[in-house]
């Protein structure tokens, strides 16, 4: 897990490891290092969703969504071709949200 920018002092450093014995050599109060790990874990979470949402799409989603538009173009938005897609398209999204929820 790393911190992506640091400031400290009037100096910034970039990807520096985080952890508490780093930060400390670093010079970082040792009342600051909790809420510096703790957002750097959250940020840290929330790229492993983006980042599975995003391959999960890929594979399982995007194909229904252009399924649902060829439907719209071929049958019309309102046909039952269409409507089946769209609620297949959108079950998928919300299969995928739900297996990997954003955090908290």
């Known amino acids: 897990m790393i911190i992506e920018k640091l400031t400290i002092g009037q100096t910034e450093l970039v990807n520096v490891p985080a952890d508490e014995k780093t930060l400390l050599d670093l010079g970082v109060a040792k009342l600051d290092i909790a809420a510096l790990l703790a ?31 060829a439907a719209v173009a071929e049958f019309g938005e309102s046909s039952e071709q269409a409507t089946t897609a769209k609620q297949a398209w959108l079950q998928a999204r919300q299969t995928i949200k739900t297996r990997y929820p954003k955090p908290e």
């Open 39 to 69: 957002e750097a874990k959250m940020t840290q979470l929330t790229a492993q969703c983006q980042h599975a949402r995003s391959y999960a799409y890929h594979t399982s989603s995007d194909g229904l969504a252009f399924d649902y538009l």
